[in-house]
């Protein structure tokens, strides 16, 4: 979970029993170069204190939420490095921790078109920024198709999926419905706003393509603005619920699932594609013309 923090120190803390039944706060992990590491915490040290407040008691979830805070400002911790000696007072500048999750590049196509190739990795924090800046980058460049890479990405914020699926989709379509007992999970999730794109998409997916991306690429293929080209994909597409335990430990709550704007359970049947290979960019074109000449009937 905390991967897709915003801002924090770039640390990821595990609670430690010793022999002696006392349970310790230790550094699970370290993002390598980021403030933390920077500052001087290394992987296994004890957190003893978040600005000046003993954090015995507290469970690893408690003081990752006291390490949060604004992109920018400080927060003091005090570490023990190792199991002996004295405690060490360090000031860390909480940053921007998630690294950008989207690649692009303009490529040349038959008949000298030009093509922009963007490469999502994940939905993170920086997805639908980045994503934006790459998509508005490749226009100005003379973009007249694109392709969306969503292989390999195993999804990560939904509501980031949500939010790109948006940007290719005409105002009032459909990105996904959710179904679920309870009536609150139970809606219709449509597009708020004119597309930021309107030309053709290739999605490229694998089995490895999962959860958000899911999403992104049932919405865009639905509503006839791309086709999907590669592998089945993963097949995942349920709504969970962490809930934080009295003992520090937590409870993960299926509470529904997402279906396709063709009413298509995702989760556990994945997405199959149009074309194994890349076809031809009049192709994608005729296939997405006939696509939305069957949806008027």
């Known amino acids: 979970m905390a ?34 590491h920077s500052a001087g915490v ?37 570490v023990k490095h190792g199991n002996c000696g004295p405690g060490q007072s360090l000031e860390v500048q909480r940053q921007l921790v998630a690294r950008t999750p989207v690649f692009y590049r303009l490529e040349d196509a ?32 003379g973009s007249s198709y694109f392709i969306l890479d969503l292989r390999d990405n195993l999804g990560g914020l939904v509501q980031a999926g949500i939010e790109i699926a948006k940007l290719f989709l005409n105002q009032g379509e459909t990105v996904t419905y959710t179904v679920g007992r309870d009536s609150r999970y139970q809606t219709t999730i449509t597009a708020d706003a004119a597309p930021l794109v309107k030309d053709p998409v290739i999605v490229l997916v694998n089995n490895k393509t ?45 509470i529904g699932k997402y279906v396709t704007p063709s009413h298509m359970d995702i989760n556990g ?19 997405i013309s006939q696509c939305k000449m069957l949806r008027r009937g």
């Not at 791309?226 to 809930?243: C, E, P």
């Not at 049947?269 to 296939?287: C, F, H, M, Q, T």
Request: proline residues 2%; contains cysteine.
């Open 3 to 36: 991967r897709y923090d915003m801002t924090g120190i770039g640390i990821n803390l595990r609670e430690v029993q010793d022999d002696d039944g006392k349970v310790r706060l230790k550094v699970l992990g370290l993002l390598l170069d980021g403030p933390a």
């Open 42 to 78: 290394r992987q296994g040290d004890e957190i003893l204190a978040v600005n000046g407040d003993d954090i015995r008691g507290k469970s690893a979830v408690e003081v990752s939420s006291l390490l949060q805070g604004p992109n920018g400002t400080s927060v003091k911790i005090e």
């Open 110 to 141: 038959e008949n000298g078109t030009s093509v922009g190739y963007i490469h999502l990795k994940e939905f993170n924090a920086l997805a639908i920024k980045d994503l934006v800046t790459a998509m508005k980058r490749l226009q100005e460049m």
């Open 210 to 254: 999962a959860s958000a991306s899911e999403i992104v690429a049932s919405a865009l293929h639905d509503n006839c603005r791309a086709v999907l080209v590669g592998d089945k994909t993963f097949g995942k597409g349920l709504i969970q619920s962490v809930y934080e335990l009295d003992d520090g430990s937590g409870v993960v709550v299926t």
């Open 269 to 287: 049947n994945g997405i199959e594609p149009d074309y194994r290979s890349l076809p031809a960019w009049n192709e994608v074109s005729k296939y």
